[in-house]
């Protein structure tokens, strides 16, 4: 049964250790060294889960609450900085799963004013932006960092 478990220092290397195509998304490595700096500039950062099957790692997640008056009209929102699942276990429903988990978990956490939750995809991921859309998310217009931005109304 696919579940989240946040990420931890018992759990954090066995996440690295998963691997997907880094044309779309960049290593868990580089995802949690962006995040610990983040976290450090700024005294908070985004909130990480690794993907399991029952006990086996199958993926990564990671988002952020995000407060920024000249972002989204000043209104709070979560802004999805990864997701990934590894190589050996795409095609077998994890991703699907897990965003549907995420996004239930993110609708209990104590900033529920967020109505809003972006992310961004590279152009020419399919797979990810058929996903994203599965879930409702559409296409804002917006470029983010040369990948293609889309909103989701929580």
């Given at each position: 049964m696919v579940n989240l478990k946040l990420i931890t220092s018992k759990n954090c290397f066995e996440i690295c250790e998963l691997k997907a195509d880094e044309a779309f998304v960049a290593t868990n490595e580089e995802s949690m060294i962006e995040a610990y700096a983040y976290y450090v500039e700024n005294g908070v950062g985004p909130i990480a889960y690794g993907i399991y099957n029952d006990e086996t790692p199958v993926g990564f997640i990671m988002a952020e609450y995000c407060l920024d008056e000249n972002d989204n009209?000043?209104?709070?929102?979560?802004?999805?900085?990864?997701?990934?699942?590894?190589?050996?276990?795409?095609?077998?429903?994890?991703?699907?799963?897990?965003?549907?988990?995420?996004?239930?978990?993110?609708?209990?956490?104590?900033?529920?004013?967020?109505?809003?939750?972006?992310?961004?995809v590279v152009p020419e991921n399919e797979v990810a932006t058929k996903l994203y859309e599965s879930?409702?998310?559409?296409k804002t217009g917006e470029m983010v960092d040369d990948e293609e931005g889309m909103a989701l109304v929580l």
């Open positions: 009209d000043g209104k709070p929102y979560y802004y999805l900085w990864r997701m990934m699942i590894d190589n050996n276990h795409q095609g077998k429903g994890y991703g699907k799963t897990a965003l549907n988990l995420f996004i239930q978990e993110i609708r209990k956490f104590p900033q529920g004013d967020a109505e809003k939750f972006f992310t961004s879930f409702g998310f559409v």
